[in-house]
């Protein structure tokens, strides 16, 4: 079984930067393809960003494309999703996810394990 845990989430201003955390435990996740999701009010929880564990692929929604960043760091068992240029459009509660089977793949549920969530609001 693998926890998540996510942190680094809160109140940022349009056109801020944020930095979110995923730490993983119980099972090693390096060979893991690991994802950001996120979910506004109101609305259906959407794929962000995801990365295989080599880091050779990388997937961006479109909406985040150039502002956002997935990264990992595999000897911490860690995942990272720097967020720049924050809208508004980016509030939402950020997910970190995990999926045994390292092939990339934006659809939430091919996705094994999940956190709690991490609320990021952007003020205008």
């Known amino acids: 079984q693998v926890q998540l845990v996510e942190s680094g989430g809160g109140l940022v201003q349009v056109g801020g930067s944020l930095r979110l955390s995923c730490a993983a435990s119980?099972?090693?996740?390096?060979?893991?393809?690991m994802g950001w999701f996120r979910q506004a009010p109101g609305k259906e929880r959407a794929f962000v960003a995801a990365i295989t564990w080599s880091r050779r692929t990388i997937s961006y929604a479109e909406s985040v494309k150039g502002r956002f960043t997935i990264s990992r760091d595999n000897a911490e068992n860690t995942i990272y999703l720097q967020m720049n240029s924050r809208n508004a459009e980016d509030t939402a509660v950020y997910y970190c996810a995990a999926r045994e089977v390292n092939a990339m793949t934006s659809g939430a549920h091919d996705y094994d394990f999940w956190g709690q969530g991490t609320q990021v609001t952007v003020s205008s």
């Open positions: 119980g099972r090693t996740v390096n060979s893991y393809l």
